[in-house]
């Protein structure tokens, strides 16, 4: 399985200092302890464990709506969306632990319209004010369906929110999108035609889980 390229400013300092310590204290037992050598590798195994970026097998289907996050569905409701599909929408709402992959992947198949950053708090993101208060990342995409609006947000200690789409992309349903770093939330708003078929506290996979459709 390989690292998330996001993480990899992470991981190659963790590992580096991994290895000098490992080697400092094998030159010099006496003077550097074992312990400093133990922790920086475990940081660099935790970086490595938390950037994994895992290959997902895209389900088929005509109009299915994919999950972007791994996760648990914290929020399914009908809420108005103003920045985007401009009216009543559905919402769906994935928490992402420190646990989870962080790799986030488009919802849909279509074209990137709308991409906006919005300043914000960084309040705990399984609350339901992270949705509108916290700092997050807006993305639009136009599709056969209608608009489908990604909202990747930070939380209490996600505080780098990656998207590498850009307006007038094409993007392809379960494609790589970006990543959030220490764990936040996604929400996903799709017209309220789309079907919904997830549940509050539902485990889903980015990539994998069909969390609706048209």
């Known amino acids: ?31 550097v302890p074992l312990y400093i050598a133990l922790g920086a590798g475990l940081v660099a195994l935790f970086l490595l464990y938390f950037f994994r970026d895992p290959e997902r097998r895209v389900p088929e289907g005509a109009g299915l709506i994919i999950s972007p996050a ?24 994935v928490f992402m632990s420190p ?14 319209a709308y991409k906006k950053y919005h300043p914000g708090k960084f309040l705990p993101a399984y609350k339901d004010k992270a949705s509108l208060d916290n700092e997050q990342m807006h993305l639009g995409i136009e599709t056969a369906g209608g608009r489908v609006l ?4 930070a939380g209490a200690l996600a505080r780098r929110v990656i998207c590498h789409p850009n307006i007038g992309d094409e993007v392809a349903a379960g494609q790589r999108m970006g990543l959030i770093k220490l764990g936040s939330r996604l929400d996903v708003m799709v017209p309220t035609e789309a079907r919904i078929e997830v549940r509050v506290g539902d485990r889903v996979r980015a990539g994998e889980t069909a969390i609706g459709g048209w």
């Open 99 to 112: 646990l989870d992959v962080h790799v986030n992947r488009a919802p849909v198949a279509g074209r990137v």
């Open 150 to 153: 990604v909202k990747q947000i």
């Open 70 to 93: 791994d996760g648990r569905v914290v929020v399914v409701a009908e809420v108005d969306e103003p920045f985007f599909i401009k009216g009543r929408a559905r919402q769906v709402s």
């Open 1 to 31: 399985m390989r690292p998330a390229p996001e993480g990899l400013t992470h991981i190659l300092p963790a590992a580096a200092l991994a290895a000098l310590s490992l080697a400092a204290w094998l030159a010099f037992r006496h003077r």
